[in-house]
């Protein structure tokens, strides 16, 4: 058995391996993002049909892959997965520098290209989530999530300008050889974390359909699952439509110079940075469950300020406006994922993570033509106010879940999918063994036997609740099966007794 150290992730160098490995590669990640576009205008001529196209292609996988991923994924050990993807996408990205430099590269390649690598990041995007409470306790998940979430952020800020950087001192597919690389530094993080993954149990059923359809029942039947995919799909609609008018509502209504709007955009991954670094503050001091539905309710009402944008100073409303919903967004998206990682069993850990990403993405399509049929109708400022409004009545159905009366996660109850595959479950029968034990001890007087407390009847760690908020840390999770004097039943078997 791999031991897991408590406490700072940091501690972990399975953990360590795994964040070099995401970093490097949402780097890769970001930096293709722009690198394809580019070939495509500078290499390929392409037209703003084919552009639109190949954006389409290089955004589209979750909406077409992701469900069937995560019923693929939740039959396979990720690990050997996470390492295959990156395989796979280092060799598509050297793949198109070859044919580039024979002089045979073309539209249909790149094209081609961009779907093995939008694919592969499917796969790479739900493993990784999955796998992250294989490596961390389940009380380091917060911190891990804190870390992950900077590292992404990062690469949003640094990926594209490192991108078109390369571009124009090496060239557009020489920098595919640098995205390259990286892959395969990633790959050699991966392959050299030691943490024991064992072979999911395959289920008795094992069709694609039957298995897909067991993720969503678990999304739906959960209400505060429920309620985050209804308020994150309907954050995604209004957020995309508002992208698709932004700029030209800086340009044509505000007035900005063009120069000056990129400026401005860039309080959106500045937001992203904050987010992650304070999320896990904010969780330990508000409690877990709490911060889901406040970073949302305090900070969606900053979109209000996006419509009253105006000239010189007014510029202010459109930055405070970006970095107040920016901030409680990613707080937002780390706890809720930490709230999944915590909660879902391990067995549909891969299925619901895809499920409620093809939830909350499957919409995005949507929020352009909704922004640009209202853009059209009402004009681009009222447009604005009008998605400001929605983005503020957004938090309404995580207020009506449980979550409004919980502080932490094991204040709330999940979804029973049978005794032996919900993470909870061992905690609701020890507690429910405890109850049993009170209530016995009232009816009889205690025997010798009893008096030294209950035999947990495990080999690894006791079965009792696990809190992720302030002073877990220190709190073991067996103090329930201790004695009154704070020491361990130790070397009796139970039902022995005392000569």
Request: some cysteine.
């Amino acid at each position: 058995m791999t031991v897991r150290p408590h406490g700072l992730p940091w501690r972990s160098g399975d953990f360590r391996l795994l964040v070099a490995g995401q970093t490097v590669t949402q780097l890769g990640t970001d930096v293709t993002a722009i690198a394809f576009p580019l070939i495509a205008v500078l290499l390929l001529d392409a037209t703003p049909l084919q552009l639109g196209v190949l954006v389409a292609v290089q955004n589209g996988a979750f909406l077409l892959l992701g469900v069937p991923a995560g019923v693929w994924l939740d039959r396979r050990r990720l690990r050997p997965v996470l390492i295959t993807t990156d395989l796979v996408r280092s060799a598509a990205l050297v793949t198109v520098t070859v044919a580039a430099a024979l002089g045979r590269l073309t539209l249909p390649l790149l094209m081609a290209t961009a779907a093995v690598m939008a694919a592969m990041r499917v796969l790479f995007d739900i493993g990784h989530q999955s796998y992250l409470p294989k490596v961390l306790n389940r009380t380091d998940l917060l911190r891990g999530n804190c870390t992950l979430e900077t590292v992404r952020s990062s690469g949003q800020v640094a990926g594209p300008s490192l991108g078109g950087w390369l571009t124009q001192l090496v060239g557009a597919t020489n920098t595919l050889i640098v995205d390259a690389v990286s892959f395969l530094v990633s790959a050699a993080c991966l392959a050299r974390i030691r943490v024991r993954e064992p072979m999911p149990r395959q289920p008795a059923r094992a069709g694609t359909l039957h298995q897909a359809r067991e993720g969503l029942a678990f999304v739906l039947r959960d209400p505060v699952l429920r309620a985050i995919a209804a308020t994150s799909a309907l954050v995604n609609v209004l957020f995309t439509a508002a992208t698709a008018l932004i700029i030209l509502f800086l340009v044509d209504t505000v007035g900005v110079a063009p120069g000056a709007v990129g400026v401005l955009l860039s309080a959106a991954p500045a937001a992203a940075l904050l987010g992650a670094v304070t999320a896990g503050r904010l969780a330990r001091r508000v409690g877990l469950a709490r911060v889901i539905w406040l970073s949302v309710a305090v900070s969606s009402p900053f979109n209000l300020l996006v419509p009253l944008t105006g000239r010189g100073w007014g510029l202010a409303f459109f930055v405070v406006g970006l970095l107040g919903s920016g901030i409680g967004q990613v707080v937002y998206g780390i706890a809720q994922t930490t709230y999944r990682q915590a909660t879902v069993p391990a067995r549909l850990q891969c299925r619901v993570n895809a499920t409620m990403r093809f939830l909350v993405m499957g919409a995005l399509p949507l929020g352009g033509l909704l922004g640009g049929a209202l853009g059209e109708t009402l004009g681009v400022r009222p447009t604005l106010l009008v998605i400001g409004v929605g983005l503020a009545l957004a938090p309404v159905p995580l207020l009506l879940s449980p979550l409004r009366h919980a502080r932490e996660v094991d204040d709330l109850t999940p979804p029973a999918v049978g005794a032996a595959t919900t993470p909870a479950a061992p905690r609701r029968a020890s507690r429910t063994a405890a109850t049993i034990t009170a209530r016995a001890a009232v009816r009889r007087p205690p025997r010798r036997a009893d008096v030294a407390g209950p035999e947990t009847g495990t080999t690894c760690r006791a079965g009792g609740p696990v809190r992720l908020g302030p002073g877990s840390a220190g709190r073991g999770p067996g103090s329930a099966g201790s004695r009154a004097g704070g020491r361990p039943d130790r070397g009796r078997s139970p039902g022995r007794r005392r000569p």
